[in-house]
Structures are given as C-alpha cells and as structure tokens.
C-alpha cells in the first residue's frame, strides 16, 4: 500500500484521502485473441440484477445488447430483496421527507444533489414497474406501502407480501427476454475488463459451453452487485463474491468507501441451516426485538426503537448479544394480528414453518449478517467511471446517494434510476459516434503460473469468511483490523499470482483481492461512522467527514493496458 494523499471530493467543503496499491497482475489469466473467438456487440451489460437489466432495456432496437449473468438470470441479489422499493407516493408524503430521511441515514456523507435526483426519479421509476407488469400489493384500490426503519412515513411498495425482488425480476427477466435486441447469456462468468489506450473496449468471459471468448462492446456497462460473500453470515447468495469490484479495480477505475458494509440487523439465526434475511418490514409491523430474558432492549437504545436506522439496529443487537453471552436476539410478533401477518409475510411463514416455528407465537432466533456493499466503483450522475468507455451502476458502484448508511429499500430504487441514466447516456453516446465500426485492438496477457493442486480453495475461502466475519465485521478495532490485513496479505502472496481455470478460482482470487481493500479502508477510517464502528475511536470524527477512495498503482514498468 503505497502513502495517502488527498483529493478533491465530491463537494466543495471536502478532501478526500486516497489510498494506492499495488497488484501483482493487471488480469486473472493470460490469453491470446489469435486463440480465442471473438463477439461484437454495441452495449454489454455484466450482471442481471435490477440495474443491468434496467440499462439494458433502455437501449433502443436500433443498438444490440448481450446481458452476461454469472449463473441464472434470476439469481442475483435483487431476486432475493424482500422489503421492497422506496417511494414518495402518498399524498401525505413529501420529496423533501425522504430526502431527509436519507441524508439522515447516510450520517454526513451522502451527496445531497444525488440524494435528491434519486428521491425525485422514484415515482416514474416505480410507475414503469407498474406499466411492466408488476403486480405491487394492493390496499383500497392503491399501491400499499409500509414503513421500515430510519423513514419517518409509510412509502415502501411491496409485492408478493415479503417477495418484492423476485417479483419485480420476474416482470423485468420477461420483458428483456422479450427484446430482438437483447441476448442472455447465462452461466457465464466475466474474467476481467479489457482496456486499450485507457479506454475499456469489452471484457474476457469463460463458460462451459463456450469456454474462453473475448466480447467487445462500444458501450461497457459493470452491474455485477456486491460482496457478501466476504462474511461468513450474509443474506447473500452464492454468486455474491465481489467480482466487479475486483475487476474494476485491476482496470484501474477508482473506488470509493469499501469500510462501508451494512449488515442487515435480522437474518434468521439456526445452527447448521442456511442463513436467511427477515425483512426489515416485519419490525416495520410491529415486531420487537428481545434478548435471551425477553427483555426489549431497543427502546432503551435509540428514539425510534426498532424502527431505527439498520446501523444503530445491528450494534445494539450485537451489543445485546455480547452482554448476554448469547448467538442471538428474538423477533417477538405474538402481540400482533395473526391473520394480518400472515397474509404480509407469506415467504417467510412459509420459511419459518419448515423450522417448526409459528412466525406469530414463537421468538424467531435472529443475528446480523453482511447484506449490502455501500461502497464501491465512483460514478456520476450518468454513471460513468474513471474508465472512458465503462459505465456501472447497482451494488456495485459508490453513487453518493447511502453515504456512510443505506436507508432501507433505496437500493432497488436506486438501481432502477441509475439503470435508466446509464442506458439514457450509452444511447446519447452512441447517437453522437454515428456507425463507427468495432475493431480488435491488440490485447493479450501472458500466462501465469498454473494454480492447479496447490491451494484448498474451499478451506481458505472459509477461513477468509471467519477472518472477516471476526475482525472485519459489525465492530472493528485497530489491532484486529491490522492482523486481518497480514493474513489477507499472507494468501494473497500466493494466490494472486496463481492462475486458475475455472471460476472457483477466479472468484477466491478476487475475494481477497477486495477484502485487502476493505480492510485497508477500514484502518484509514479512524472513526465510527454509519455502518463502520470502530471500538477504538468510537465516536464520528468532524475532521474525517470525507471519503476514503483506493486506486491501483501499476508495478514500475508496467503498462496501465492489457497488451
């Protein structure tokens, strides 16, 4: 890690700090495109969450878009949102009440122009959803709208009762697939992003079916989600192994807050089962929290109880845990409506029954665990990157609009309207470069040393897991923050160098790659902001209201293009 210097931020009043690294490659395999087949298409979109597939049905028929999932389309952390999707749509709501609520929530770092531009696009954004198909819980002829922590009135649209993700996928999946001008592919994983002259020109994909090719694209465009992977308990899926951020980072684009990682306060806590997310809506209803002696601790903790910021939620349970030397705390429903909360969340009775639980009698063990990456690759307002030619938006990216904290269900909002600007920008790009025709340029990458045989992938990835989860989690301190980055340093000095074959590899190899950056970030920040708590330095800082970006610095000699 090269010294920090300063940086002109986001707004005027701030410098930020930058911190350098080096990497020991600019691409996970080497390759020849004398060896390799070769795609063409106008606008390329890796990930199929909400806001790829979003950018994706914004480019007219006139351009053509290949859509790269990592596995199913449907599997992607959108898929997987219960709560649903903020929006000022009461009439007794205001714009300028989510925005406050949301600058609120980010505590001092949100920029306040992208706060307002978000809140303001919702109801056209979520409108559009309605005109697609999705079919929003109803209530007196309206959309029904509840209410979660950290927003002062009701405005989260639902569906499905707790399945609004996979609902809204669903409508979004058909209408793509719908398209002339979309093609999927599925199962498919995004090696590294390709760069000429500084520009990003396609990426390197592998698949069984395919094996290696080389897509280029005039218009890249990164929405890979997040990196909850990194952390032993998460709500995340499988494919959520921080490939973006890897990727983008090796390209050279510029990240911004990787400390910042929100842990979701309530995922269902059962020795031996798959961890899964209990919706923040359910405390929205009504639910309390509980320690081990039934004791509700929220009240004593923070003004609005259990329906306080998901920050000051997840320390306080954890806080409570420790006090009571206990793996969890219990969501208690037994004094609400059964029929009611049943009817509101389906998904979950369902779950809860396969555990012999009653979802309205029963205390539901529950833990935090990694749910949402808030930092991630700088965009503006149109969604470009650093990187001429590349383009992110979703979990992926750091926007400015969640700060140091995300309000809950601003992040489907958010890559909805970000989606749409991406794509509004690619077709305005497109439009002004007329029918330029696409060339190869001449990329390779040497071949490396084969890593076959040599490394337990499965034994380090759970040992990075609990080495995250241990020193890297909910709260931080120094000494534990620099032992995690010794041990992630330690793997890296012989993993990174490897090269691998197949996706299990390559996705291991950017988990550490963007757990160093995270750790890094985290000792940086001297200072407990948001969803970053540092034991040592346990209060906001004044001086350190700004942002901690990490860039890659190229080894001496070594050129910023794969060639």
Known sequence: MAATHPAGGLSSHRTDMRLSFRSPRRTLIGFSPKELPHHFTDVLVIGGGIAGLRAALGIPDRYRVLVVTKQEDKESNSHYAQGGIAGVLDPEDRFDNHIADTLAAGKGLCDPDVVAMVVREAPERIGELIDWGVDFDQENGHVALGREGGHSHARIAHALGDSTGREIMRAIIERARARNNIRLWQNSFTIDLLTHESRCRGVLVWDRRRGLSLVWARAVVLATGGVGQLFRETTNPSIATADGHAMAFRAGADLRDME?????????????????????????????????DGLRFMPSVHPAAELAPRDDVALAITAQMAKTRHPCVYLDLSHLEPDHIRARFPGIDRLLRQFDLDICKDPIPVCPGAHYMIGGVVVDT?????????????????????????????????????????????????????????????????????????????????????????????????????????????????LLPLEFDDPTGWSMQNMLLTARLVIASAIARQESRGVHFRGDFPSPNPRLNHHVHVIRDPTPGEETDVI
Request: aromatic residues 6%; hydrophobic residues 40%.
């Open 382 to 494: 149109s969604g470009h990157t650093s990187v001429p030619g590349l383009w992110a938006a979703g979990e992926v990216t750091s926007t400015g609009l969640h700060g140091a904290n995300r309000l809950a269900s601003n992040s489907l909002l958010e890559g909805l309207v970000y989606g749409a600007r991406v794509a509004h920008d690619i077709v305005a790009t497109l439009d002004r470069l007329g029918p330029v025709p696409l060339e190869v340029p001449p990329v390779s990458a040497p071949s490396l040393d084969p890593g076959h045989g040599r490394i337990d992938l499965d034994d380090l990835r759970k040992s990075l897991r609990a080495l995250m989860w241990r020193a890297v989690g909910i709260t931080r301190d120094q000494a534990g923050l620099q032992d995690a980055l010794a041990q992630v340093e330690r793997w890296g000095k012989y």
């Open 260 to 292: 910042f990682i929100q842990f979701h306060p309530t995922v269902l806590y059962l020795a031996g089962s798959t961890r899964h997310l209990l919706t923040e809506a359910i405390r929205g209803e009504g639910a309390y929290l509980r320690d081990r």
